[in-house]
C-alpha cells in the first residue's frame, strides 16, 4: 500500500532563517506531488506541484521554491522566511490511471514564523 | 483562477441528526471529490465522483455528482461526535490538472 510521509511534524523558525519541508511516498511510481498550505485550519491553498523529476509547476509567487529530486521526494524551501509564511504544509500525491485523480494527503508540517 | 463555492461555511447540529453540504462552481468538472480534515491533520478521502448524476455512499456519507456537473453534494446521516472537522469538496476540470479546493464547512456536533 502507498503511504506518505512529512518532516518535520512541527517547526518553529525565526523571520529570515531558511527552510527546507520534506515530502515522501512509498508503494507508488512516477506520482504528481503537490504543495499546499493551510493558514488558520480554513482552505488549501496549492503552492507547487510537479508531475516528474525534475518538473515543477508554480501557483502562487512568494518566497518559495520547491524541488524534485528525486521520483517519490518533493522538497519545500525557502532562502528567507517571512512571518507571512507561517501555516500548515501538506504535500499530496495522486496517479494517473484508471479511476483516479485522487489526492492523497501526508500528515502536514506545522510551520510557526516568530 | 477556478473557485468552489461550499457551503455552509459552518454548521452545528445534535448528534443523530443529518447533515448536508454542498459544492457549487461557474464551471465544468469531470471529477468532484469530498475529504475530511481532523484537527492537525491531512485531509482524508471519503468519496470520489467521476460521473454526472453519480451517487455514492461511503457508510453513512452519501455524495452526489450533480447532473449539470457544475455541483456536487454531500450528506451525513445520524451524526455522531467524531464526524467532527472540516469537509472539503474538490473538483478537477481535465486530466492531469490540479485539483480546485472549496473553503470547506466546518461541522460541529452536539452530543
Known amino acids: 500500500s502507498q503511504t506518505i510521509h512529512q518532516w518535520p511534524a512541527t517547526l518553529v523558525q525565526p523571520v529570515g532563517s531558511p527552510l527546507s519541508l520534506e515530502c515522501t511516498v512509498e508503494g507508488t511510481s512516477n506520482p504528481n506531488l503537490y504543495w499546499y498550505r493551510q493558514a488558520a485550519g480554513r482552505g488549501l491553498q496549492l503552492l507547487f506541484y510537479s508531475v516528474g ?3 515543477i509547476s508554480s501557483e502562487v509567487p512568494q518566497n518559495l521554491s520547491a524541488s524534485r529530486p528525486q521520483d517519490r521526494q518533493f522538497i519545500l524551501s525557502s532562502k528567507k522566511l517571512l512571518l507571512s509564511d507561517s501555516g500548515f504544509y501538506l504535500c499530496a500525491w495522486s496517479v494517473l490511471g484508471t479511476g483516479d485523480y485522487e489526492q492523497y494527503f501526508g500528515p502536514g508540517t506545522r510551520l510557526t514564523v516568530t | 483562477g477556478q473557485q468552489l463555492n461550499q457551503s455552509p461555511q459552518s454548521m452545528f447540529i445534535q448528534e443523530g441528526e443529518d447533515v448536508s453540504m454542498n459544492c457549487t462552481s461557474s464551471s465544468i ?10 484537527p492537525g491533520e491531512g485531509p482524508v478521502l471519503l468519496i470520489a465522483l467521476y460521473k454526472a448524476g453519480e451517487l455514492t455512499s461511503n457508510g453513512r456519507l452519501t455524495a452526489q455528482f450533480g447532473i449539470t456537473r457544475k455541483d456536487s453534494f454531500l450528506n451525513i446521516s445520524a451524526s455522531i461526535p467524531s464526524d467532527v472537522g472540516i469537509y472539503f469538496c474538490a473538483g478537477q476540470m481535465r486530466g492531469n490538472t490540479p485539483l480546485v479546493f472549496g473553503k470547506g464547512t466546518r461541522l460541529s456536533v452536539i452530543a
Open chain 1, 53 to 55: 523529476i525534475g518538473q
Open chain 2, 29 to 38: 468538472f469531470n471529477t468532484w471529490l469530498w475529504y475530511k480534515q481532523d
